[in-house]
């Protein structure tokens, strides 16, 4: 009787009509699922009380946070942390229910804040549901007036109801128990957003416990190329580095997974330290790893290749998504100090490079910078070679530069210290070795070289080479102990591997050489410049009897000079030796233009009868015997007039004139 007459709606009691009575029993009778009443105070505590989607812990870190009522999960379930709100509808023990809350948030890993307790909020939020159901069911149905304005009144009624639950449940959460790690806290707070933040900071706290670690934050990729681009004296020594604990944990972390074959990856160690207990930004252990690199601590492999510690795309291969799977981090072996000693020592003997870092990625930086420059001197020498002169030192410079080479190649520190260290006779064999080459290629004064200048052993060697190169071509007309003895020693320090120390000897062995030339020159011109003589002569017996010999004198004349000063400038045997041929030649030429331009003349001057064509050949005595046997009697004499008849009849055809000098 007192539900249908009367209704309480709040405060407030309220006398109610027939209609109205029929509308609160409709009401009352309406089903409400535990589970939407539930789903509703979720709403209520999450979306209108505590309404920001993650937790401030400070300005550095925001936590998102599951978020459970009772057995109700909203939104996804796979943060560090959680708030669970338990109701009266959760199931506990009543005689135990501290100790299963306690157990809970131990299982759990969540804040427990139990409004179990309280039950005035449920009513509410339960009539509020059955005035949502009668309304939605009744929306589509035409009443009457008097019941329209029931339902005007009961979704009034339905907006009370929920301010109301609001309220009751702030209340209740303002003096409700919470749970954290089997403990339940003494919060001071009562506003029920600072206690639910008071309960997450302390849940933060105790789940990332290591949080602290890392008192400088990384703010941006422009600092970590900051950090790369520091001088390892710039960096700062461990017991000033606000960010020690952080730098000591991954350190430790690679150092111990190292030891047992783990591998570690940027992915890996990012996946590590974003997570409890640590929970660090990615921007901040990137930082972490860029010095312990930057420090030599570790080493970057990618791809197989450790990467140089100056190499500024290191920023990428920590923070790129392409990159960081890939990229191995491992513990740095510490260099032993006679790998150190042997390089710094190698330094000052090949490169005259005495002021060296002390960390060994600087010293590696430098050894590799010199051994390039040496590389590139190396190949620059060697291009000399491709010509046909055969230098000393192409079996040292080609050892040299696969040495440099294998070291260039290096990118591991440890493997590069250890690997000079090995090699270092072959450093020093190429040392002693190379000085010589390059004192004779380029210009060396003062023990200094000058590598714009051609050195003057080299300068010595190619005249050499070319006075060699005279002697093969004209060997055959030098007929002279003198000169074959000189010639025998030039050859033999050219042919040496090591002929520094008596190219000094050239120069007097090439002096000898040129004035043997001169002579022997000399003598072999002197019956040639005669045979060019007399067949000029015989040229110009030929033209002296003619009427138009102006014509021809002074091309006659000029070419024979020619002939003559070619001898007199000549350097080469064979090309004395060949002048006798060629002034034959320049003289049947000239006879030949001569007696045409004779018989052209005759016949010009014959108007009798038919003109008739007369061909003129000259042809040499010298060229028609040549190649004949040596005349020692009389049948040899009349075997060579027999073989001339024969050859001259060969030639003399119909209105033919041979011209015989």
């Given at each position: 009787?007192?539900?249908?007459?009367?209704?309480?709606?709040?405060?407030?009691?309220?006398?109610?009509?027939?209609?109205?009575?029929?509308?609160?029993?409709?009401?009352?009778?309406?089903?409400?699922?535990?589970?939407?009443?539930?789903?509703?105070?979720?709403?209520?505590?999450?979306?209108?009380?505590?309404?920001?989607?993650?937790?401030?812990?400070?300005?550095?870190?925001?936590?998102?946070?599951?978020?459970?009522?009772?057995?109700?999960?909203?939104?996804?379930?796979?943060?560090?942390?959680?708030?669970?709100?338990?109701?009266?509808?959760?199931?506990?023990?009543?005689?135990?229910?501290?100790?299963?809350?306690?157990?809970?948030?131990?299982?759990?890993?969540?804040?427990?804040?139990?409004?179990?307790?309280?039950?005035?909020?449920?009513?509410?939020?339960?009539?509020?549901?059955?005035?949502?159901?009668?309304?939605?069911?009744?929306?589509?149905?035409?009443?009457?007036?008097?019941?329209?304005?029931?339902?005007?009144?009961?979704?009034?009624?339905?907006?009370?109801?929920?301010?109301?639950?609001?309220?009751?449940?702030?209340?209740?959460?303002?003096?409700?128990?919470?749970?954290?790690?089997?403990?339940?806290?003494?919060?001071?707070?009562?506003?029920?957003?600072?206690?639910?933040?008071?309960?997450?900071?302390?849940?933060?706290?105790?789940?990332?416990?290591?949080?602290?670690?890392?008192?400088?934050?990384?703010?941006?990729?422009?600092?970590?190329?900051?950090?790369?681009?520091?001088?390892?004296?710039?960096?700062?020594?461990?017991?000033?580095?606000?960010?020690?604990?952080?730098?000591?944990?991954?350190?430790?972390?690679?150092?111990?997974?190292?030891?047992?074959?783990?591998?570690?990856?940027?992915?890996?160690?990012?996946?590590?330290?974003?997570?409890?207990?640590?929970?660090?930004?990615?921007?901040?252990?990137?930082?972490?790893?860029?010095?312990?690199?930057?420090?030599?601590?570790?080493?970057?492999?990618?791809?197989?290749?450790?990467?140089?510690?100056?190499?500024?795309?290191?920023?990428?291969?920590?923070?790129?998504?392409?990159?960081?799977?890939?990229?191995?981090?491992?513990?740095?072996?510490?260099?032993?100090?006679?790998?150190?000693?042997?390089?710094?020592?190698?330094?000052?003997?090949?490169?005259?490079?005495?002021?060296?870092?002390?960390?060994?990625?600087?010293?590696?930086?430098?050894?590799?910078?010199?051994?390039?420059?040496?590389?590139?001197?190396?190949?620059?020498?060697?291009?000399?070679?491709?010509?046909?002169?055969?230098?000393?030192?192409?079996?040292?410079?080609?050892?040299?530069?696969?040495?440099?080479?294998?070291?260039?190649?290096?990118?591991?520190?440890?493997?590069?210290?250890?690997?000079?260290?090995?090699?270092?006779?072959?450093?020093?064999?190429?040392?002693?070795?190379?000085?010589?080459?390059?004192?004779?290629?380029?210009?060396?004064?003062?023990?200094?070289?000058?590598?714009?200048?051609?050195?003057?052993?080299?300068?010595?060697?190619?005249?050499?080479?070319?006075?060699?190169?005279?002697y093969d071509v004209n060997k055959e007309y030098i007929?002279?102990?003198?000169?074959?003895?000189?010639?025998?020693?030039i050859r033999e320090i050219l042919k040496m591997k090591?002929?520094?120390?008596?190219?000094?000897?050239?120069?007097?062995?090439?002096?000898?050489?040129?004035?043997?030339?001169?002579?022997?020159?000399?003598?072999?011109?002197?019956?040639?410049?005669?045979?060019?003589?007399?067949?000029?002569?015989?040229?110009?017996?030929?033209?002296?009897?003619?009427?138009?010999?102006?014509?021809?004198?002074?091309?006659?004349?000029?070419?024979?000079?020619?002939l003559y000063n070619r001898v007199e400038s000549a350097?080469?045997?064979?090309?004395?030796?060949?002048?006798?041929?060629?002034?034959?030649?320049?003289?049947?030429?000239?006879?030949?233009?001569?007696?045409?331009?004779?018989?052209?003349?005759?016949?010009?001057?014959?108007?009798?009868?038919?003109?008739?064509?007369?061909?003129?050949?000259?042809?040499?005595?010298?060229?028609?015997?040549?190649?004949?046997?040596?005349?020692?009697?009389?049948?040899?004499?009349?075997?060579?007039?027999?073989?001339?008849?024969?050859?001259?009849?060969?030639?003399?055809?119909?209105?033919?004139?041979?011209?015989?000098?």
């Amino acid at each position: 009787m007192r539900q249908t007459l009367i209704q309480k709606n709040g405060e407030e009691y309220v006398f109610l009509t027939n209609d109205e009575q029929d509308v609160n029993r409709e009401i009352n009778n309406m089903p409400v699922d535990i589970g939407k009443v539930t789903h509703k105070i979720s709403e209520i505590i999450f979306d209108d009380i505590y309404n920001g989607a993650k937790f401030s812990y400070s300005r550095r870190y925001q936590f998102t946070f599951n978020k459970i009522v009772d057995d109700r999960t909203i939104g996804s379930q796979i943060n560090e942390i959680g708030v669970r709100v338990i109701t009266p509808s959760f199931e506990l023990s009543r005689d135990s229910s501290e100790a299963e809350l306690k157990l809970l948030s131990v299982r759990e890993g969540n804040v427990i804040l139990d409004i179990s307790q309280d039950y005035s909020y449920l009513d509410e939020i339960e009539n509020m549901l059955k005035i949502d159901e009668y309304l939605r069911i009744k929306s589509g149905i035409k009443s009457s007036a008097a019941v329209e304005d029931i339902k005007v009144k009961k979704s009034r009624e339905r907006g009370e109801r929920a301010k109301r639950a609001k309220f009751l449940i702030e209340g209740s959460m303002e003096k409700a128990p919470i749970y954290i790690n089997g403990s339940l806290v003494d919060i001071n707070e009562k506003n029920p957003i600072d206690r639910m933040n008071s309960g997450l900071r302390i849940l933060v706290n105790s789940k990332y416990n290591k949080l602290n670690y890392v008192e400088k934050f990384t703010n941006s990729v422009k600092e970590l190329y900051d950090i790369v681009d520091k001088k390892f004296n710039q960096m700062e020594i461990a017991d000033t580095n606000p960010n020690k604990l952080a730098v000591d944990e991954i350190q430790n972390h690679i150092q111990i997974s190292s030891s047992r074959n783990l591998q570690v990856t940027v992915k890996t160690v990012l996946a590590k330290f974003s997570n409890p207990p640590y929970g660090w930004k990615g921007l901040d252990i990137a930082a972490v790893i860029i010095e312990l690199f930057k420090k030599q601590c570790i080493k970057v492999i990618l791809n197989g290749e450790v990467i140089s510690p100056n190499d500024r795309e290191i920023v990428h291969y920590v923070t790129k998504r392409e990159y960081v799977e890939r990229t191995i981090l491992k513990i740095r072996e510490r260099v032993s100090q006679k790998y150190v000693d042997t390089v710094r020592d190698l330094s000052r003997d090949i490169f005259n490079f005495l002021s060296l870092p002390s960390d060994e990625d600087g010293i590696m930086d430098i050894f590799k910078g010199e051994c390039k420059n040496e590389l590139s001197k190396i190949n620059e020498m060697l291009v000399k070679f491709s010509s046909r002169t055969r230098y000393p030192g192409e079996e040292v410079l080609q050892l040299g530069k696969r040495l440099f080479q294998k070291i260039m190649e290096i990118t591991d520190t440890v493997e590069f210290f250890k690997r000079i260290y090995d090699l270092e006779e072959n450093f020093l064999d190429y040392e002693d070795d190379v000085d010589d080459i390059k004192a004779f290629f380029y210009k060396k004064e003062n023990g200094v070289i000058d590598f714009s200048s051609t050195g003057e052993q080299k300068i010595i060697f190619d005249r050499a080479v070319e006075k060699l190169k005279n002697y093969d071509v004209n060997k055959e007309y030098i007929i002279d102990d003198d000169m074959n003895v000189i010639m025998k020693k030039i050859r033999e320090i050219l042919k040496m591997k090591r002929p520094y120390s008596r190219i000094h000897e050239l120069p007097v062995l090439i002096e000898k050489y040129n004035d043997k030339v001169v002579v022997l020159l000399e003598e072999k011109s002197i019956p040639i410049k005669e045979f060019i003589e007399k067949c000029r002569d015989q040229v110009f017996d030929v033209l002296k009897t003619c009427s138009f010999k102006s014509i021809f004198e002074d091309k006659v004349r000029g070419e024979f000079e020619d002939l003559y000063n070619r001898v007199e400038s000549a350097d080469n045997f064979a090309v004395i030796a060949s002048m006798s041929d060629l002034a034959e030649k320049v003289k049947l030429k000239w006879v030949k233009i001569i007696v045409e331009e004779k018989v052209q003349k005759m016949q010009r001057n014959n108007d009798r009868g038919p003109e008739i064509v007369v061909k003129i050949k000259t042809l040499s005595m010298r060229e028609l015997v040549k190649g004949q046997k040596i005349i020692k009697n009389v049948q040899d004499i009349d075997e060579v007039v027999e073989f001339l008849r024969g050859k001259l009849k060969e030639e003399l055809k119909d209105n033919t004139i041979i011209n015989l000098i």
